[in-house]
């Protein structure tokens, strides 16, 4: 991407940022972008077209921060949990720092799906090679990486409004707590899990065994 380009697409998601798409103009982009309307025109036709633009930056920015632990020389249980943390910290941040945009990230379906669908499509591979270096590893008994990581991915889909709009912190649950009992949840379920001598363990004792 050219760095006219890139300065076009900041500025716009700063003005939608601030001020929201629809109260945005395509003179006031030109206008901080500093250069001029001709240009902005040269490489976007509509204020849709650089909003589209906009989503996707974004949505690399999520891609790029968690694609980076693939290449960690880490345990594949430990990568996972690194994963799920940086993912939602990351989406959480990415929409958070947008302000007035993040209203669109909720209501705006049909043009999210573009952006959503490539997010989606680079999260199930991330999750599959994770899971399968923990089979290789003999640390994950999985019949089926594909489906434990679609599993995975949309209970992390599911977390994502509530971590964005705070409701976890309004329930008083303290963040280090929350994410342990994702952590739980993901690699032990709610079943109460055998303990070496007898007693039933729990999966807050096993996790931190574990861990």
Same mark, same amino acid.
């Given at each position: 991407m050219s760095n006219t380009k890139a300065e076009l697409i900041e500025a716009a998601r700063k003005l939608f940022a601030s001020k929201g798409v629809d109260s945005t103009t395509m003179n006031e982009i030109a206008e901080l972008s500093g250069?001029?309307?001709r240009t902005l025109y040269t490489y976007f036709k509509s204020k849709t077209e650089i909003y589209m633009a906009v989503?996707?930056?974004?949505?690399? &920015?999520?891609?790029? &921060?968690t694609e980076e632990i693939l290449n960690l020389q880490i345990p594949a249980?430990?990568? #996972?949990? #690194?994963?799920?943390? !940086?993912r939602l910290d990351t989406v959480k941040e990415t929409v958070v $720092? =947008?302000?007035?945009? /993040?209203?669109?990230?909720?209501?705006? !379906? !049909? /043009?999210?799906? &573009? +952006? $959503? $669908?490539?997010?989606?499509? $680079?999260?199930?591979?991330?999750l599959r090679s994770i899971l399968q270096q923990g089979i290789d590893e003999g640390t994950f008994d999985i019949d089926n990486a594909s489906v434990v990581a679609v599993t995975?991915?949309? +209970? #992390?889909?599911?977390?994502?409004? *509530? =971590?964005?709009r705070g409701q976890f912190t309004a329930l008083g649950v303290p963040t280090s707590r929350l994410r342990q009992s994702i952590f =739980?949840?993901?690699?032990?379920?709610? !079943?109460?899990?055998? &303990? *070496?001598?007898g007693r039933s363990k729990s999966n807050e004792?096993?996790?931190?065994? /574990?861990?």
């Open positions: 250069k001029g309307r989503l996707e930056q974004e949505t690399n &920015h999520i891609i790029e &921060h249980d430990e990568k #996972l949990k #690194l994963y799920i943390l !940086v $720092r =947008n302000g007035s945009l /993040k209203a669109a990230f909720f209501r705006d !379906v !049909v /043009k999210l799906e &573009h +952006a $959503r $669908r490539k997010l989606d499509t $680079r999260e199930l591979s991330f995975i991915h949309y +209970a #992390l889909r599911g977390l994502d409004i *509530p =971590n964005i =739980n949840m993901i690699f032990y379920g709610i !079943v109460r899990q055998p &303990h *070496p001598g004792e096993w996790g931190e065994s /574990k861990g």
